[in-house]
């Protein structure tokens, strides 16, 4: 796969470069951050090899590709500025309260969500090294892999500062100082069981390891007061000012309430979830393992992240994610895998059961997207064997003991001094393989015919009948002189998507539209931004002047000629300023479109990067 030109089509087809505010990855999918998603094509982007689908949810518009997304991201980052934040300005007017918030929540969670699971397959390898015996529990081997693990967990407040800064748009090393304060040695040591103040303020002494709502709440005030503070302070101290204002402040009111507060709601959320467990233990991997399908499609799998954190911090364990996910995962990896082994078509076998050794492995994007979404059925069958895997696995208290892609290679996360867990887990596998495989067999789904050979008759059929149906070639000089485009990297869907008509586009060098036919003038807009020929030969022309030009109400252009006027090639049709249309933010790509296109064999464009008025701009075969 050319990742290179992959990424060239990509941006070309989410609207350009100045389109994409930031763009990131995370396992599976590129995910921007578009300021107008009206501008992506989205059924362009879905027809691209490689591309498994498309999703815009919480205010990010995401290509879901596979395993190979980070070197299409690199790819794409090469071509232009862009940032890595999760959210614009346009993203925060668009979306409502709901949307926000899960796209914060999943903004601020995906990037770490590679350092929460290394840290949990180590604590896995721990895990495995302890069972069988290879390393001691007193060994100093034992010692260092056992801080490894617990790094990231005990930190995650600095590595959640740093992330939650760049989604407020505050500056992440003074979120990270902050989210370094509340682990401090030295706040650890005021608490000796006498009060505390700061500038006569009582603080309450709470243990900020493994924590997660306290450094998003301190995280979010930082950003007005950072930006409260760059709004008071002089230029010539600002360098210092500023930081010195946000670090004080902040610091005053994380200590003194968000933290307490966050720390509270951490509470109620860990009641809750004791009381779900204790209650009705079963429920939570039964809707897990049946939606969760759906959880993914909306990115809403990463919101439960931060729950699952609170329960590892308070319980030692977490039943959110881990047990239901597994029961998916395993679910939507076998479907995938009949799939493959009963379709004829090769490319959807091939896909089918790639991506369903992926998903065995826990990345479901691909069989989910370019398998089992697309032919539904195995979707439905996934659901139904994810569902009963999840029932068992509630039913059993089955429980993960570390963070990792719910997948094979996260079995040793269940292991534990008591081995029906992991015994249990295996169990839930088998379940969710044979149920599903039962009922995707029993559903069956439409498969994709095999169009190789009927492409190649079509194909070799469509040559013989040019060669016999050509009578002659029209050749279209170009109306402007300037940079030929393809109508495919113009900036509106209209033209993009060749709704009116085949063509090519012209981004002029100077403000003068010649004619290119021998004909009539068909239409003139009373703007005078687009006019419409006929040719002697029976050619249909679309010549518009600059894109969304219409709002100038004719300003700025100035017709030579009225509609019903015979034409001649190279008579000046129409002349326009183009210095001063660009100067009221409009832009000037000339579309020159075959309105008429379907009544020919095809429509060619120049291959030409820079065209003059004599050079033919369009070739039509008839």
Excluded at 70 to 76: A, G, M, N
Excluded at 374 to 382: F, Q, R, W
Excluded at 514 to 534: D, Q, R, W
Aim: aromatic letters at 8%; glycine letters at 8%.
């Amino acid at each position: 796969m050319d990742f290179k030109q992959m990424a060239v089509t990509i941006l070309k087809l989410v609207g350009g470069e100045k389109n994409v505010a930031s763009v990131t990855n995370c396992m599976t999918r590129l995910r921007f951050n578009l300021n107008d998603v009206n501008k992506a094509q989205v059924d362009e982007i879905k027809k691209l090899k490689g591309v498994q689908g498309v999703v815009n949810k919480n205010g990010q518009f995401q290509i879901i590709i596979g395993t190979n997304v980070s070197k299409v991201c690199d790819e794409i980052h090469k071509l232009g500025n862009f940032g890595e934040n999760s959210s614009s300005d346009v993203e925060d007017k668009e979306t409502g309260v709901i949307n926000k918030v899960l796209g914060t929540i999943t903004a601020i969670f995906t990037p770490i969500i590679p350092a929460l699971a290394g840290s949990g397959m180590i604590k896995a390898l721990l895990a495995i090294l302890k069972l069988f015996g290879i390393v001691s529990v007193d060994s100093q081997t034992y010692t260092y892999l056992s801080f490894l693990s617990d790094t990231v967990f005990y930190f995650l407040p600095v590595i959640l500062a740093y992330s939650a800064a760049k989604r407020f748009k505050c500056s992440p090393y003074l979120a990270a100082v902050l989210g370094a304060s509340l682990l401090h040695p030295s706040f650890s040591a005021l608490n000796t069981g006498d009060p505390v103040a700061f500038f006569g303020i009582p603080i309450r002494m709470i243990s900020y390891g493994s924590s997660v709502v306290p450094i998003l709440l301190i995280v979010f005030a930082q950003s007005y007061i950072e930006r409260f503070a760059k709004k008071i302070s002089p230029n010539a101290v600002k360098v210092f000012l500023v930081p010195l204002i946000t670090l004080v402040i902040t610091s005053l009111i994380a200590f003194s309430a968000l933290g307490p507060l966050g720390n509270y709601v951490g509470e109620i959320l860990a009641i809750g979830m004791n009381f779900i467990n204790d209650k009705a233990g079963w429920l939570i991997p039964v809707i897990m393992g049946t939606l969760c399908p759906f959880f993914i499609m909306t990115g809403m799998h990463y919101c439960f992240a931060p729950i699952q954190q609170i329960q590892y911090s308070t319980l030692g364990y977490g039943t959110i994610l881990g047990p239901g996910m597994l029961s998916s995962n395993i679910a939507q990896a076998t479907s995938s895998l009949i799939v493959g082994l009963k379709s004829k078509n090769k490319d959807l076998k091939q896909l089918a059961l790639s991506s369903s050794a992926t998903a065995f492995m826990g990345i479901t994007e691909p069989a989910l997207y370019g398998v089992n979404f697309k032919l539904k059925k195995p979707l439905y069958a996934s659901m139904i064997g994810g569902g009963v895997a999840g029932l068992y696995a509630g039913i059993t208290g089955i429980r993960t003991y570390a963070s990792a892609t719910a997948g094979l290679a996260a079995i040793p996360v269940y292991i534990s001094d008591d081995m029906s867990n992991v015994i249990n887990a295996c169990i839930t596998i088998v379940i969710s393989i044979v149920v599903t495989a039962i009922v995707t067999l029993i559903l069956g789904f439409d498969d994709i015919k095999d169009e190789d050979t009927v492409e190649e008759v079509t194909n070799d059929s469509q040559k013989n009948s040019v060669k016999t149906s050509i009578v002659g070639e029209i050749s279209i000089t170009s109306p402007v002189e300037g940079e030929a485009i393809p109508l495919s990297q113009v900036n509106d869907d209209v033209f993009a998507q060749e709704l009116m008509g085949k063509g090519m586009a012209v981004i002029p060098s100077e403000g003068k539209v010649y004619s290119p036919v021998n004909g009539t003038v068909e239409s003139l807009f009373k703007t005078n931004h687009a006019i419409g020929l006929k040719a002697e030969n029976g050619l249909e022309l679309l010549i518009h002047i600059g894109l969304d030009t219409v709002k100038l109400g004719g300003k700025h252009f100035t017709p030579h000629i009225k509609q019903g006027d015979k034409i001649n090639v190279g008579d000046l049709l129409i002349e326009f300023d183009k210095d001063s249309i660009k100067e009221e933010g409009y832009e000037l790509d000339t579309a020159v479109i075959v309105t008429n296109s379907l009544e020919y064999l095809d429509v060619l464009g120049t291959e030409k990067t820079y065209i003059t008025k004599n050079d033919t701009l369009i070739r039509v075969i008839n």
